[in-house]
């Protein structure tokens, strides 16, 4: 019998590509998203059933876990892929914004998780694939929200990876630097924060940083959704898979520094703080 993948966030980016690129590899393919309209592409292949899924939305969880059971039998894999990155000033973003970060990047991710494991348990056999980035294990000033969302998913998904071990389930999860998605458009939430001028200075250097980084050495989607195809397939216990060279060498950067402090002294003269 064919495997079965769900994703979230298959709308658009590295979660449509993976879509495409399990599909062609005769997958069955669960691609949900917030707006079905947006997967009409998609759910013209037979292998692909398009579900609703939002993560702010449990109930739209639960049914479109429960749809994609029922007309592929299983779920194999789940590729936890939708998030969107609220950057700006911590003491000037509202806790509603904050709120929504991790709603949707960790507790959505996590009740996504939660749907499938009766079955994966069940079966005593399945794959869940978190995407992080590599800003889950380094950090942009202006990134706290994010930054704080992307490091906590790792680490639950470190210590899920050695809870579910002996129940056949591997826990993987993926980090990539900068790709070519709309992530700097529409999953993209800048809190400026013109009212607080003391963080205007950093406001401004950030922004245009974080601008340059969209534009710098990217990887395309397709890249990332075969990464992606190799960690659900490989059988390992491989828990983390960089995704490309700028972020093998961001990450190489951040931890070749013996101590933290020459990684801090590093961005504080980046952003002249
Ligand atoms: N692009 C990068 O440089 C980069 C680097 C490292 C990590 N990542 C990570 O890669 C993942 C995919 O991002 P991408 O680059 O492919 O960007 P993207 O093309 O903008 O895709 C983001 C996806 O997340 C979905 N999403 C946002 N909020 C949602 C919610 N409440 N419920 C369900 N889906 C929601 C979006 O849905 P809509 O279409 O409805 O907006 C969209 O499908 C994210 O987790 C991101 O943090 C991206």
């Known amino acids: 019998m064919n495997q079965t993948i769900l994703i979230t966030g298959a709308s658009s980016g590295i979660g449509k590509a993976s879509a495409t690129v399990f599909a062609d590899r005769g997958w069955n393919v669960v691609a949900t998203m917030r707006n079905t309209d947006d997967g009409i592409e998609l759910a013209g292949r037979d292998n692909v059933l398009v579900e609703a899924l939002d993560l702010l939305d449990s109930t739209s969880i639960t049914t479109a876990v429960g749809r994609g059971i029922e007309r592929f039998g299983a ?8 998030g969107y990155g609220a950057y700006g000033p911590l003491e000037a973003t509202p806790m509603s914004v904050l709120r929504r970060q991790f709603e949707v990047n960790v507790f959505g991710l996590v009740e996504t998780v939660k749907a499938v494991l009766p079955s994966m348990r069940a079966q005593r056999n399945g794959v869940i694939i978190n995407i ?9 000033p202006l990134g706290s929200l994010y930054h704080g969302s992307k490091w906590a998913v790792e680490g639950l998904s470190e210590a899920l990876h050695f809870e579910l071990a002996t129940l056949g389930i591997r826990v993987k ?8 998605t709309d992530f700097g458009g529409r999953s993209f939430v800048f809190t400026h924060a013109p009212e607080s001028p003391d963080y205007q200075p950093l406001v401004d250097m950030a922004a245009a940083a ?3 980084e969209a534009s710098d050495d990217n990887q395309e989607p397709h890249e990332v959704a ?3 195809f190799n960690a659900a397939t490989d059988g390992t216990d491989q828990i983390r898979y960089i995704s490309g060279d700028g972020a093998a060498q961001l990450l190489a950067n951040r931890y070749s520094a013996e ?8 961005m504080r003269a980046q952003f002249g703080l």
């Open 75 to 82: 779920i194999d894999v789940l590729l936890n892929n939708a």
């Open 259 to 266: 101590q933290d402090e020459q990684f801090v002294a590093g």
């Open 226 to 228: 075969e990464l992606i």
């Open 173 to 180: 999860l993926i980090e990539p630097g900068g790709v070519n």
């Open 132 to 140: 992080s980035s590599v800003g889950g294990r380094m950090t942009f």
């Open 210 to 212: 974080l601008q340059e």
